[in-house]
C-alpha cells in the first residue's frame, strides 16, 4: 500500500514538474516574442520625447502608447535586467522594425536620429488637401502656402525653370492650381534642422519623384497620342479615381480614349467634384450640370487640367490601354465594373445596380 502511495506520489511530483517547465516554456517563448519588433516591414518614424527624470516605467508606457512595444512591463523587464541605470532625455526618432533591445540602446547612448516630419501625399489627393500636410509639417500658414501654389508668378519663379515638364499648360486659363497632379504620391520624409523647412523644398521633392517617374516612361510619352505630359496625368488623375485596380484602369483607359475619337463627352463623376473644390459622396442633377472647366457632362474632351495626383499605375495605365469597343462603363460599389459598347446594354447594367450606390449614400 505505501509502496503504491510513492508512485501515485511520484507522478504527482513528475506531473508538477512537467507542468513547471512547460508553463516556464510557454511563458519564455511568450516574453521572448514580446521583445521583437512589431511590424518588420513598417519603417516609418514615430517620434517620441522622453522627458527629464522620466522612470523606466515611464519610458515603458511611451513607447507601448507610440506602438513601439507591444508591453509595457516587458520593456520594464529587459531593461532592468539589463541594468538601464542611465539614459538620456530628449526627442527621438523610432520605428516599428526596431527590437526591444534596439530601443533601449538608443535609449542609453541618446542616439537621437533626428526628428522627421511626413507630408503623406496620397493618390488622388488634391493640391488643396496636400498643402494642409505640408502647412502642418512646416508649421506654415495653410492660407499662405495656397496662396502661393495658386500664383502663377511663384509657381513660374520657384518651379517651371528647374522642371522642364512643366509647360505653359499649366497657366491655361480656368486651371484651379498649376502644379495640380504634378506632385508624385508618396510618403515624404524631411529631417528637421536648425533652418525651418521650406514650401520649396517638400514641393520640389515632389517634383524630383515626377521627373523620376517621367523619364522612366520618355519614350511612351514622346510616341502617346494625346500629344503631352500634361494631357497624360490629366488622363491618368481621371482613371485615378474611377477603378482601384490596374486591370480595369487600363480597361476605363481604352473606354476613353474610344470616346474622344468619336467626341463623345468623358462624363467621369470626379470631374464634377473638383469643379467645384469639394468631396461630393452622391452627385446630384445640379452637380451634373454646373458647367465648370473640369466638368465633363457640360464640356467635350479632357479636363483642362489634372483632378488630382495620380498614381504610377494610373499613368502607365493611359500608356497602355487595353483596347476595346466599349465606349461606356459602370463601377459597382463593391468595385466590380461593367463595361457596354451600345447605350441600351449601359441603361441595363444602370437599373440593375443603381440601387446599390443609393443604399451605400
Known amino acids: 500500500m505505501k509502496k503504491k502511495h510513492w508512485r501515485i506520489f511520484a507522478a504527482a511530483v513528475i506531473l508538477l514538474f512537467a507542468l513547471t517547465a512547460g508553463a516556464a ?119 499662405d502656402v495656397l496662396k502661393k501654389l495658386k500664383d502663377h508668378h511663384y509657381v513660374n519663379d520657384h518651379y517651371v525653370k528647374k522642371y522642364p515638364f512643366l509647360t505653359n499648360e499649366i497657366f491655361q486659363k480656368g486651371i484651379e492650381y498649376p502644379l495640380e497632379g504634378y506632385l508624385a504620391p508618396g510618403i515624404y520624409r524631411f529631417k528637421k534642422g536648425k533652418s525651418p523647412l521650406t514650401l520649396d523644398q517638400m514641393v520640389n521633392k515632389m517634383l524630383d519623384k515626377t521627373a523620376q517617374r517621367l523619364h522612366s ?21 481621371l482613371i485615378e479615381q474611377e477603378a482601384p ?55 467635350s474632351g479632357l479636363t483642362v487640367g489634372p483632378i488630382g495626383a495620380p498614381a504610377l499605375d494610373a499613368i502607365e495605365a493611359v500608356l497602355r490601354p487595353i483596347k476595346s469597343k466599349n465606349v461606356y462603363f459602370y463601377a459597382r460599389p463593391n468595385g466590380k465594373v461593367y463595361y457596354s459598347q451600345t447605350y441600351k446594354q449601359h441603361q441595363e447594367v444602370i437599373a440593375k445596380y443603381r440601387h446599390e450606390w443609393a443604399e451605400k449614400s
Open 245 to 299: 485596380d490596374q486591370k480595369n484602369r487600363e480597361k476605363i483607359a481604352g473606354v476613353f480614349y474610344n470616346r474622344l475619337d468619336l467626341d463623345m463627352r468623358l462624363q467621369t463623376d470626379p470631374s464634377i467634384a473638383y469643379g467645384q473644390q469639394r468631396r461630393i459622396r452622391a452627385y446630384t442633377k445640379k452637380d451634373l450640370k454646373t458647367d465648370t472647366p473640369y466638368n465633363t457632362y457640360t464640356r
Open 25 to 143: 516554456w510557454g511563458f519564455n517563448r511568450y516574453y521572448t516574442r514580446l521583445l521583437t519588433p512589431i511590424n518588420k516591414q513598417n519603417d516609418r518614424p514615430i517620434t517620441i520625447t522622453i522627458p527629464s527624470g522620466a522612470s523606466v516605467r515611464d519610458m515603458a508606457q511611451i513607447l507601448e502608447k507610440k506602438g513601439l512595444v507591444r508591453k509595457a512591463w516587458a520593456f520594464e523587464f529587459y531593461a532592468r535586467w539589463n541594468h538601464l541605470n542611465t539614459y538620456r532625455s530628449g526627442t527621438y526618432s523610432f520605428n516599428q522594425t526596431m527590437s526591444v533591445g534596439q530601443l533601449m540602446n538608443n535609449l542609453k547612448n541618446g542616439a537621437h536620429r533626428g526628428i522627421i516630419v511626413l507630408v503623406d501625399v496620397r493618390q488622388g489627393m488634391w493640391v488643396s488637401e496636400v498643402a494642409a500636410q505640408m502647412a502642418n509639417a512646416a508649421k506654415l500658414d495653410k492660407p
Open 217 to 237: 516612361y520618355s519614350g511612351e510619352i514622346k510616341t502617346n497620342k494625346l500629344g503631352s505630359v500634361h494631357k497624360i496625368l490629366t488622363m491618368a488623375s
